[in-house]
């Protein structure tokens, strides 16, 4: 029973790490509108990814008003025009 709770942790580590790869430095990229907690209340809006520290699944989002905001990579999906 470990090694099958070892295989999947390693297919979610590997499904998330493969995720986050989708959004970028750069990339705009949309805030959940059904986000629990968020201290700038931009819940539905988008920004730009302008950091992104994959060791701690972390991205810094900059919106139009210039504030920045701390989101985990895997609530972050990219914002299509």
């Keep these: 029973m470990k090694k099958t709770s070892k295989n999947i942790?390693?297919?979610i580590k590997e499904?998330?790490?493969?995720?986050m790869m989708h959004v970028h430095v750069?990339?705009?990229v949309n805030i959940p509108k059904d986000?629990?907690?968020d201290p700038?209340?931009?819940q539905g809006k988008s920004g730009k990814l302008v950091h992104k520290n994959k060791s701690s699944e972390l991205g810094v989002v900059e919106f139009e008003n210039g504030q920045l905001g701390i989101y985990s990579l895997d609530t972050l999906t990219p914002a299509y025009k």
Excluded: P, R, V
């Design 15 to 19: 499904t998330l790490s493969n995720y």
């Design 26 to 28: 750069g990339d705009m």
């Design 9 to 11: 942790k390693k297919i």
């Design 35 to 37: 986000l629990t907690e």
């Design 40 to 42: 700038l209340s931009m």
